[in-house]
C-alpha cells in the first residue's frame, strides 16, 4: 500500500511539472455585500481552501490576499444568518461580492476537516450531496459518516452503529452536538451517539489526532454535527420528512420549522422513528425493532458584533436487542458460535421485549459570542443528562426491572478567543471545565457493571498558524487535568473509594504546501494522550445489551499516542483526487480483548472479554477519487486499508475494519432546463469489504467471516415551485439481496446481516413571508 501511495503522489507531483512559475505579487481583493439591504457585511469569513487562507472581512466588508502566484482564487464566504457563496476571483481587480440571507434552503451535508482559520494545514474535505444526506439520515449518523473515506462502521446488531475512524473507536472518537462534547455512555462498543441526524445540516469529521483544541478524547478523531443557522428575515420557514423501508417496515416522520420575529431567530424540531424485526436473506432477526421519539428547539438573537443562542434537545429511544445473542447454556453457545442459522427465530414482529435498551439524553446549551474588528471572544455553558438502562431477561416478574440503570450528569464551560496579527499570522487559544458524576439507581437487583464515579476536569490550548505564499504552518499546545473518584462496594459488602489524578500535554505541528491552485501536499504530526475510563479500569460483570462479561483492570495507565499524517489534494476540471496515509503509534493500548473463553451464569452462558493494554502500531491509508468524464456520467471511488498490530506479543489486534473499496456510477437524468423537475439522477454502488485475516484467531470465539460484495441502487428527482421544493428518492440496499457477515459486527457470532431493503424518502420544504 505505501508504494501504491508513493506512486501516486509522485505522479500527480509530476503531471504538473509543466506549469509555469510566476512571480508571486498578485493579490485579489473585494468588498462583500448584503443583497437585500446594500449594506456591507463585516466580520464575514472568507475562506480559500485549496490556499488553505481564511480571513473576516473588515467593518467595511473589505479584504484583500496579497503576494499570491494563482492567476484565479476560488474563494467561498460565509457568515451566520446568511447563505453560503463561492466566487471566482481572478487577481488584480476588487469585487463586489453578494451574500443572500438565510433562506429555507438546507445546504448539503458535509464531511471535512476542521474548517476554522485555524487548522487549514491538515484539513481534508469531502462533500456530500444533498440525496446522500437525505438517503442516510434515516440510518443514523455512522451510516452518514460512513460516506467519507477512512470511515467505517462498528456495529452491534442491524441498529447499533459507530463510526470507525482509521482503525479508532468509542472512547477515542469526541462528537460534537450543536458545539458541545456529547456525554453519554460512549464507552460501550453497542453505545451509538444519542442524536437525532435529522437535526444536522451540516456534518464534519476530522482525521487523526485532534486532541489539542478539543481534548484526550479525539485522539481518533472528531465528528462536528451542526444544526441549521437560526433565521434572519421575517418569515416562517419549514421541511418535512417522510421514509419508509421494507426492511423492519420502518416508517419515520420529521419536521422542522424556523422563524424570525423582532430580532429573535427560532426552531422547533420533532422526529419519530418506528421498526420492526429485520430480515436476513434466509429468516428474521428476533427482537430486533426499534423506537425513537426526538425533539429539540432553539432560539436566538445575533448583531453585527454580538449574539446568543439556547438549545435544548431530547433524544429517547428503545432498541431491541437481538435475541438469538442470549444463550441458556454452554453447550448452546457453542452450537450457536458455529451455527449458520440463529438458535432463536421469530416472524415480523414490531414489539421490543428484553434484552433491550431504553436511553433518554437531555442537552441544555447556552452561548454567545462578541466580535472586535480582528478578534473574537466566544463562550458556552452545557448541561447533559443521559439516563440508560438495559433490561435482561428475568424472571418472577421482573423483566420490567432494569439490570442496568445509570445516570450521567454533565457540566460543561468553555470560553475561547481568537484573533489575528497582519496578514501572516492567527492565533487561537481557550480553557474548558467539566464536572460529571455517574450514579447507579439502586432496585436492580445486580451489581453494577460500572461503578459510581465522578469526574473533574480542566483543560486548556493555544493554536498558533502562520502563513506566506505556498506555505502555511500550524502548531498547537495543550495541557489536560483531571480527577476520577470512584466508590463501590467490594465482594464482602466494604464501600470502597478510590481516586485517581491524570495529567499531560498534546501538541502537533502540521504544514501545507500550495504547489499550484489545484494541488495541496499536507503534513501533520501530533502528540496526544487519553486516560482510561472508569469502564475500562472497574468494569465487572455481564454487560447486557452486548450479551458478553466484561471485566476491567485499576492497573491500566494513560494512552500515549503520536501519529503522523500525510496528503495530497489535486482538482481538475474533471476529477478530484484526496490520497490519506498515516502511521500512529499508541503506548499502553487500552482493547476490549476476546478471552476465547465462554461462561455460564445464572443469567445465562456468554462469551468473555477482558480490558488489557499493551504497545500498539497502527498505519494505513484512505482514497478518494471522484472522475467526471461526461456531463451526464460520474464514478466515485473510494478506499480504505488500515493495519493494527501489537507490538508487545507480535499480534494482531481485534475489532480493526478490514479493507474496503467502493465504486458508484452515477448517471444525471437530463430534463428540459424550462421543467419544475431537476437534479435527476440514478447511481449503482458496490461495496466490497475482504475478510480479515489479521485477527487474534486463538482468543476469538470463531473465525472472522468472509469476505462480501453488495450493491446499493440509488435514484432521485426535485420538483421546484416558487419557493417551495419536494425531492423524491428511492433506495434498495443489498440489491442482490447478498448472505454475508460482517467482521466489525459484534453479533456476527450468531446471526447474518440485513437482506435486501427498499427506502422510499420524501422532503418537502416551505416558505411563507
Known amino acids: 500500500m505505501g508504494c501504491w501511495l ?359 446549551k447556552v452561548n454567545g459570542y462578541r466580535k472586535h474588528e480582528i478578534s473574537q471572544w466566544e463562550y458556552q455553558y452545557a448541561f447533559q443528562h443521559n439516563q440508560r438502562q438495559e433490561f435482561d431477561i428475568r424472571r418472577a416478574g421482573r423483566d420490567k426491572i432494569p439490570a442496568m440503570n445509570l445516570n450521567l450528569f454533565t457540566h460543561l464551560l468553555e470560553l475561547n478567543y481568537q484573533t489575528s496579527k497582519g496578514k501572516h499570522w492567527q492565533w487561537k487559544g481557550g480553557v474548558s471545565g467539566l464536572a460529571q458524576s455517574n450514579l447507579n439507581v439502586p432496585g436492580t437487583g445486580i451489581r453494577p457493571l460500572v461503578p459510581n464515579y465522578w469526574v473533574t476536569a480542566a483543560g486548556a490550548f493555544a493554536l498558533l498558524k502562520y502563513s506566506v505564499p505556498r506555505w502555511d504552518l500550524e502548531t498547537g499546545l495543550r495541557y489536560d487535568w483531571r480527577h476520577l473518584e470512584v466508590r463501590r462496594f467490594d465482594r464482602n459488602g466494604i464501600l470502597q473509594r478510590t481516586q485517581r489524578w491524570f495529567s499531560n500535554f498534546s501538541a502537533t505541528v502540521g504544514v501545507a504546501y500550495h504547489w499550484s491552485e489545484s494541488i495541496v501536499l499536507r503534513t501533520q504530526m501530533a502528540s496526544a494522550w487519553r486516560p482510561p475510563s472508569a469502564n475500562e479500569l472497574y468494569s465487572e460483570g455481564l454487560h447486557h445489551s452486548a450479551a458478553a462479561l466484561e471485566f476491567g483492570s485499576d492497573s491500566l495507565k494513560s494512552e500515549q499516542s503520536g501519529k503522523w499524517t500525510v496528503g495530497i489534494h489535486a482538482k481538475t476540471s474533471t476529477a478530484t483526487l484526496e490520497v490519506t496515509g498515516f502511521a500512529q503509534y499508541i503506548g499502553n493500548y487500552i482493547y476490549l480483548a476476546p478471552q476465547g473463553e465462554t461462561r455460564l451464569t445464572i443469567r445465562g452462558a456468554f462469551p468473555v472479554f477482558h480490558f488489557e493494554q499493551t504497545q500498539a502500531a497502527l498505519w494505513g491509508s484512505d482514497i478518494l477519487l471522484h472522475w467526471q468524464p461526461f456531463q451526464v456520467w460520474s464514478v466515485l471511488l473510494k478506499g480504505a486499508i488500515t493495519r493494527a498490530k501489537d507490538l508487545t506479543n507480535n499480534a494482531f489486534l481485534p475489532w480493526i475494519p478490514p479493507e474496503q473499496l467502493s465504486i458508484s456510477l452515477q448517471g444525471h437524468i437530463p430534463l428540459p432546463a424550462q421543467s419544475r423537475w431537476k437534479n435527476g439522477y440514478i447511481a449503482l454502488t458496490n461495496l466490497l469489504v475482504a475478510r480479515q485475516w489479521r485477527t487474534p484467531p486463538e482468543r476469538d470465539f470463531a473465525p472472522p467471516p468472509h469476505g462480501y460484495w453488495v450493491s446499493t441502487l440509488d435514484a432521485g428527482v426535485c420538483y421546484r415551485k416558487e419557493k417551495n421544493t419536494l425531492f423524491i428518492g428511492l433506495t434498495v440496499y443489498n440489491l442482490a439481496n447478498t448472505t454475508y457477515r460482517d467482521y466489525m459486527n459484534r453479533f456476527r457470532y450468531f446471526a447474518d446481516e440485513q437482506g435486501r431493503n427498499f427506502q422510499l424518502y420524501l422532503r418537502y420544504i416551505t416558505h411563507s413571508p
Open 6 to 364: 508513493s506512486t501516486t503522489l509522485v505522479s500527480c507531483w509530476l503531471s504538473l511539472q509543466w506549469l509555469e512559475q510566476e512571480e508571486c505579487e498578485r493579490f485579489f481583493a473585494g468588498q462583500v455585500i448584503d443583497s437585500h439591504r446594500g449594506q456591507p457585511i463585516a466580520s464575514a469569513l472568507v475562506a480559500w481552501e485549496h490556499a488553505g487562507i481564511s480571513l473576516y472581512t473588515d467593518q467595511h466588508g473589505k479584504f484583500e490576499i496579497a503576494k499570491r502566484c494563482e492567476t484565479t482564487a476560488y474563494i467561498t464566504i460565509s457568515k451566520a444568518g446568511f447563505q453560503q457563496a463561492t466566487y471566482s476571483l481572478t487577481h488584480g481587480k476588487e469585487f463586489v461580492l453578494l451574500l443572500t440571507p438565510e433562506t429555507i434552503e438546507l445546504e448539503p451535508i458535509t464531511i471535512t476537516g476542521e474548517k476554522i482559520a485555524i487548522g487549514q494545514a491538515s484539513a481534508v474535505t469531502t462533500p456530500i450531496p444533498e440525496e446522500v444526506l437525505i438517503q442516510r439520515q434515516g440510518k443514523g449518523l455512522a451510516e452518514a459518516l460512513s460516506y467519507a473515506s477512512g470511515v467505517q462502521i462498528l456495529r452491534t446488531g442491524s441498529s447499533i452503529a459507530k463510526p470507525v475512524i482509521q482503525g479508532l473507536h468509542s472512547n477515542r472518537i469526541l462528537v460534537l452536538n450543536n458545539g458541545i462534547r456529547q456525554e453519554g455512555q460512549q464507552w460501550g462498543l453497542e453505545h451509538a451517539p444519542e442524536m437525532d441526524a435529522f437535526l444536522a445540516s451540516e456534518l464534519k469529521v476530522i482525521k487523526g489526532a485532534a486532541t489539542v483544541q478539543y481534548g484526550p478524547e479525539a485522539m481518533g478523531g472528531v465528528v462536528i454535527v451542526k444544526p441549521p443557522a437560526l433565521p434572519t428575515k421575517k418569515g416562517i420557514s419549514s421541511q418535512w420528512h417522510l421514509q419508509g423501508a421494507s426492511n423492519g417496515k420502518q416508517g419515520i416522520f420529521s419536521g422542522q420549522v424556523s422563524g424570525y420575529h423582532k430580532g429573535i431567530g427560532w426552531r422547533l424540531q420533532a422526529t419519530g422513528k418506528r421498526s420492526g424485526n429485520i430480515r436476513t436473506p434466509n429468516y428474521f432477526l428476533a427482537n430486533t425493532g426499534v423506537a425513537e421519539l426526538n425533539f429539540s428547539l432553539a432560539a436566538g438573537y445575533q448583531k453585527e458584533k454580538y449574539g446568543v443562542e439556547v438549545f435544548f434537545s431530547r433524544f429517547a429511544t428503545q432498541l431491541g436487542i437481538f435475541r438469538g445473542a442470549h444463550i441458556g447454556n454452554l453447550t448452546d453457545l457453542q452450537f450457536a458460535l458455529s451455527s449458520p442459522r440463529p438458535l432463536v427465530e421469530a416472524q415480523f414482529s414490531y414489539q421490543i421485549d428484553n434484552p433491550r435498551q431504553r436511553v433518554i439524553h437531555h442537552l441544555f
